[in-house]
């Protein structure tokens, strides 16, 4: 899940209903991955008791399957971890290095769903990275609301 500012209220329903259905085993989900660019902190903390509810939510098996990368880009802060599934960066998102890195991470012929809430330029950032390096077995989701 890719979100810049507010883009991230289009993700929370699927959220909840991704941990819901692989908490009642209807869904074969392996990883969710929600990354999220905001321009200060105080953004972050309005979305923040919902993000920990998820968090709490997330509990197969003692299994962990939800991880919050959070990029901050007006503050100069260090990287704070929050747990050990949800950190917070200072910058931009390194789109490239973090599309890779989950392709690599992925099993053999899994099937990966990208939904993206995001700026203009972050999705054509996205959709260009993805022409680029060509991968069977990707979708792009685009909730109706953009920012």
């Not at 989900?29 to 660019?37: A, E, G, S």
């Not at 197969?60 to 007006?74: F, H, M, T, V």
Request: with cysteine.
């Amino acid at each position: 899940m890719l979100a810049t500012g507010f883009g991230i209220a289009a993700h929370l329903p699927y959220l909840r209903k991704l941990i819901h259905n692989q908490n009642g085993r209807a869904t074969s989900t392996r990883r969710i991955h929600l990354v999220w660019q905001i321009e200060r902190r105080d953004v972050g903390i309005a979305a923040q008791k919902l993000l920990n509810e998820a968090l709490d939510e997330d509990k197969l098996d003692g299994e962990y399957n939800l991880r919050i990368s959070i990029y901050i880009k007006s503050e100069n802060i260090n990287e704070v971890k929050f747990g050990d599934r949800a950190t917070a960066y200072c910058g931009e998102i390194p789109l490239a290095d973090i599309v890779s890195s989950e392709l690599r991470e992925r099993r053999p012929e899994s099937r990966t769903v990208i939904s993206v809430s995001a700026k203009v330029a972050m999705r054509d950032a996205l959709n260009d990275l993805l022409w680029q390096n060509r991968r069977s077995n990707i979708d792009i989701m685009y909730p109706a609301y953009q920012p």
